[in-house]
């Protein structure tokens, strides 16, 4: 079932046209990187204590927009990361520490949230060029028409999130 | 066919020498060693090998999927690829491919070979194919199987592996097999080397009899004591050889120098004038000389078969058996006189001795027999000892038949002086005693050489005698002669002596007469005394009378001898002849010490013990 949906989106991302499948669904490229967002967790190790109690649930929190509509929801649905279930949060300020793990940043032009100052042991993620710049750690593009991403390892360093050579080996661009 | 060639090689083997033996032991016994040594570790080696790279390829192919999971799940298959790529150092690698839901998603083609994926296999093993091995191997990203990688290798190393090993194997086998054959060259000269030597020694020994040879002692080991063993044995043979040699020759000596000595013996026997026989332990007679021969006129064939009694005289056959019975039964030698019968029928006296001679155990080796011919002897004997008796019956008849006529004389001259004496003249009175003093005189002759010819004859025993008493008497017999002469007579004590009692008293008397008759115009001093000689005793009687001249010291002692012919020393001459006869019948001895003037000492000795009376001659 889930690799028949897989080849799908990996058909429709080569040949890039969007099916258009259904409009409630969003287009492909956030499916897929709904996908990725939580396989980013399990690339990246946190610093003690900012996972919370194992009973808690491991937040992927969505600040701003939802560019995923439910395509987010249903990916997490019975996934679990380090041994915790995971939950997806909408937000509309900073959280506070310990309440999300990841950060996705749906408006990266807006500019009224310092992207950087969120705190240790946040993943922040976003999308394009100039978010690792403002201070996130990766930022989904679009390269060639393939979903990618940049890394600021500088930031995710800074923040205590140690982040897998796997994932830096993947990675469009990676600043150091 | 293949049994015959074997047998012929065992055949071949067994009869090879020990050095070949030795080399092809050392040989095979190494190259097989070797062989299993090499093929063991080549074997182990192979299943380590084996195991070592299915572990290596597990480990290699879990830090590729490891490596990959980030371009799995980014769907990065560029990435995915360069990591695949790192694998081009394996050279043996031939494919490497990551399937990511089924499809290949990155693969590596070693340069030169299809580029063709193997079959995607979820069993995640390392199986071993003919040519080549292939690993499958899960990328698992936080549990979840997300892709399969599968890698395709070659066997080519290992089989580059064995063929290095098998070309080590053979080099190391060569090399091994070179150093062993260097190595028993100088090896097996320990082992070959005593047995050479043992060989040597063997056929030396064989060659040449000499059991002086030695075998060399080359090693203390087994073979050093088979050496010592060999030679021990060798010393063994040589003593036993030698002692062998030594009664063999010892033996051959004995019997030349038996031999020898019976020559000797036989040439003796044949030289002498004697007749020599010689007879076994029990008495037969198994060796008569020629002089048997020449004598008897018979061959000693005739001699063995006839005996003793063919030859002996009738009437000496029986003393000669029973001498020969008594001498068979004590050992003992004899010697018998007895006639043997000349060839022309004469019997002729013969002494025979016969001796036994007895060997190292003193047991009766043989007898050994002489016999002397003693007949001319035993005539002249006998003659003599007829005319001696005959002489002594005239002597004796002679001197009893003159008494008559003497007597007459005497008688018939005192009744004319009785009778006539008126009718006489002087000169007629003078005659008549001359005639009478004559008669006398004569009759006094007759009567002492009548005394001189029974000293002689005497036969039977002789007791023991004591002369002291024999002394006596004759001193009491002299007692008138003593009283006038006025003599002193002194005598020690006198030992008991064999001789007859009359004989001692005819010696002693003339003795102590002649004393008392040669005397000085001094009285007569007369001494008896005896010395022990040892084997005999020797009575002296000492006077000192007027002495003997020394030069008439034997003449003495002749029958009628007289020194002094003036009336003053009356005598017939036969009192010193009558002694003379006497002591030498008794096989003693009479003799005078004296000067003329200074007295005389007559000596005489008697043997101490009896037998040694001389039969009359």
């Given at each position: 079932m889930r690799l028949t949906a897989l080849y799908a989106i990996a058909f429709a991302l080569f040949t890039g046209?969007?099916?258009?499948?259904?409009?409630a669904a969003p287009p492909l490229e956030y499916r897929l990187k709904a996908v990725f967002l939580l396989d980013f967790a399990r690339f990246v190790d946190w610093p003690p204590g900012a996972l919370g109690a194992l009973d808690s649930p491991f937040n992927i929190c969505i600040l701003g927009p939802n560019p995923f509509g439910e395509e987010l929801d249903r990916v997490v649905t019975g996934e679990a990361v380090q041994g915790r279930k995971v939950a997806v949060q909408k937000i509309s300020r900073a959280p506070s520490p310990g309440a999300c793990q990841i950060v996705f940043?749906?408006?990266?032009?807006?500019?009224?949230?310092?992207i950087g100052a969120l705190g240790r042991g946040i993943l922040t993620v976003g999308e394009g060029e100039d978010f690792v710049r403002r201070g996130g750690m990766i930022a989904f593009v679009v390269d060639n028409r393939r979903v990618t991403f940049n890394i600021n390892w500088r930031v995710s360093e800074a923040a205590g999130l140690k982040l897998s050579s796997r994932l830096l080996g993947v990675a469009k661009t990676v600043i150091r | 066919m293949i049994n015959l060639s074997k047998d012929r090689a065992r055949n071949k083997f067994r009869d090879a020498p020990i050095r070949q033996k030795l080399v092809i032991i050392i040989m095979v016994t190494t190259a097989v060693a070797m062989f299993l040594a090499s093929f063991g570790i080549l074997g182990f080696d192979s299943v380590l090998f084996r195991a070592n790279l299915s572990h290596d390829l597990s480990a290699l192919a879990r830090i590729i999927a490891q490596n990959s999971t980030g371009a799995v799940t980014f769907d990065d298959p560029r990435t995915a690829t360069e990591t695949l790529n790192a694998l081009r150092v394996r050279t043996h690698l031939v494919s490497a491919c990551i399937y990511k839901d089924g499809v290949p998603f990155a693969r590596y083609i070693r340069p030169g070979a299809p580029p063709v994926c193997a079959p995607i296999d979820f069993t995640d093993e390392t199986i071993f194919g003919g040519s080549e091995l292939t690993v499958s191997y899960g990328i698992v990203l936080d549990g979840k199987r997300i892709g399969t990688l599968m890698m395709t290798y070659d066997q080519q190393e290992i089989f580059q592996r064995r063929q290095l090993y098998g070309g080590i194997v053979i080099g190391v086998l060569l090399l091994s097999s070179l150093i062993a054959f260097l190595l028993s060259s100088g090896l097996r000269a320990s082992i070959e080397d005593p047995i050479v030597q043992l060989v040597k020694a063997t056929t030396e020994v064989a060659e040449?009899?000499?059991?002086?040879i030695r075998a060399k002692k080359v090693s203390s080991d087994e073979l050093g004591q088979l050496t010592e063993g060999f030679n021990e044995m060798l010393s063994g043979i040589q003593s036993r050889d030698n002692s062998l040699r030594t009664a063999l020759f010892d033996r051959e000596e004995a019997l030349h120098e038996a031999k020898k000595a019976h020559e000797r013996f036989r040439f003796l026997a044949e030289s002498m004038p004697q007749k020599i026989f010689t007879a076994t332990p029990?008495?037969?007679?198994d060796y008569f000389n020629q002089q048997w021969s020449e004598f008897t006129g018979l061959t000693f064939a005739q001699l063995q078969e006839g005996g003793w009694d063919s030859i002996l005289h009738p009437d000496d056959v029986e003393a000669d058996r029973v001498s020969r019975g008594q001498a068979l039964e004590t050992g003992e030698a004899f010697q018998i006189q007895h006639r043997f019968r000349r060839a022309d029928g004469e019997y002729r006296w013969h002494l025979t001795r016969v001796h036994a001679m007895r060997d190292a155990t003193r047991a009766i080796s043989m007898w050994i027999g002489s016999s002397t011919d003693i007949h001319e002897q035993k005539e002249t004997e006998e003659a003599l000892r007829r005319a001696n008796d005959d002489l002594q019956q005239f002597a004796y008849s002679a001197s009893h038949d003159l008494q008559e006529p003497i007597r007459n004389v005497t008688i018939y001259s005192e009744i004319i002086a009785r009778r006539y004496r008126t009718m006489l003249d002087a000169e007629g009175t003078q005659a008549l005693g001359f005639l009478a003093e004559g008669g006398r005189r004569m009759a006094m002759l007759i009567n002492d050489l009548l005394a001189y010819t029974r000293a002689g004859a005497t036969d039977g025993e002789i007791s023991l005698q004591d002369a002291s008493v024999v002394l006596k008497n004759t001193l009491a017999g002299l007692s008138e002669a003593i009283r006038e002469s006025n003599a002193t007579v002194s005598y020690d004590e006198l030992p008991k002596v064999y001789m007859r009692e009359v004989h001692l008293q005819q010696v002693l008397q003339n003795l102590i007469g002649n004393a008392l008759k040669y005397r000085t115009d001094e009285p007569p001093s007369i001494h008896v005394s005896a010395t022990d000689m040892g084997g005999a005793w020797r009575i002296t009687v000492a006077d000192n009378g007027i002495g003997i001249d020394p030069q008439y010291k034997e003449k003495i002692f002749g029958v009628f001898k007289r020194l002094h012919r003036d009336q003053k020393y009356s005598g017939t001459g036969v009192g010193l002849a009558i002694c003379h006869r006497v002591v030498e019948r008794y096989g003693g001895r009479i003799w005078v010490d004296s000067t003329l003037g200074h007295g005389a000492k007559f000596h005489f000795t008697v043997p101490r013990h009896s037998g040694q009376w001389r039969s009359a001659s």
């Open positions: 046209t969007a099916c258009g499948a259904a409009d940043v749906g408006r990266p032009e807006d500019s009224s949230i310092d | 040449t009899n000499d059991y002086s029990e008495g037969k007679v």
